[in-house]
């Protein structure tokens, strides 16, 4: 556990030299609730979101999924790669500290970057937007099991790509449909059924409608939950099995 906490510490430093990438997963996220969330329109029961409105429904939810998908395909994968390709990860293996506790340190530190950004989209949601305040109990869960049911599917980008650059179209590769399933493009409740339906069984989407039910103060579906809880199985177990130090 020294290990884990002294590397996570290391790794929260590094990360901050460059800023660049968690600014821009912190910052991107927030911009969207605040342009998304300043029409009137959204302030209003909406019958397609079961009466509930749009500011404590639709657009928190973009926020959070939007901080959790940065994270999870793009900074996660990248920088993993990025220490596969410059051997970093080889040069672990040789050492009493094993890559594992790097993995795990990088993950601590991915996770609370999601963790305050959420936080974030929460203060400025409640203090300037007149957003509900959402029930902990139902929104905390839902972000663990996001957290468990995405972040392996970075992995499984980093065991494969063989740099950063890979890594990266790889990761776009994966954003896109995800995205678009998920609702960012045009919210599912407004898309033709079939799309709602794969939606729902994509992990991203299903995170989506999970956290955005949860913010609402209703319980999560359980169909999204299996989806995210099977997404951590085999995108983990995937990982485990293409893991390469070098």
Excluded: C
Aim: proline share 8%; net charge positive; hydrophobic share 55%.
């Amino acid at each position: 556990m020294g290990a884990l906490t002294r590397l996570a510490v290391i790794e929260t430093k590094l990360m901050l030299r460059e800023i660049a990438a968690p600014m821009f997963t912190v910052l991107l996220p927030v911009a969207l609730l605040v342009v998304f969330g300043l029409p009137a329109s959204v302030h209003r029961p909406d019958p397609a979101l079961g009466g509930h409105r749009g500011i404590d429904t639709l657009i928190p939810s973009m926020s959070v999924m939007v901080s959790m998908a940065m994270v999870a395909f793009f900074m996660l994968p990248t920088v993993l790669a990025g220490y596969r390709e410059k051997g970093v990860l080889r040069r672990f293996a040789t050492t009493p500290v094993k890559p594992a506790a790097l993995l795990g340190a990088q993950l601590v530190m991915n996770a609370g970057v999601v963790l305050f950004s959420t936080s974030l989209t929460l203060v400025i949601g409640v203090a300037a937007l007149d957003m509900h305040l959402p029930d902990p109990l139902l929104v905390i869960p839902v972000l663990l099991l996001g957290l468990l049911g995405l972040f392996p599917i970075g992995l499984l980008v980093a065991s494969i790509a063989g740099s950063a650059k890979a890594a990266t179209g790889y990761a776009l590769a994966l954003w896109f449909p995800s995205a678009f399933f998920a609702g960012l493009y045009v919210p599912v409740e407004y898309l033709p059924r079939v799309i709602r339906r794969i939606g729902d069984f994509t992990p991203l989407g299903a995170f989506r409608q999970a956290i955005q039910a949860a913010w609402a103060g209703d319980a999560p579906h359980p169909q999204h939950l299996l989806v995210l809880g099977v997404s951590f199985l085999v995108a983990g177990g995937l990982a485990v099995r293409y893991y390469r130090p070098a």
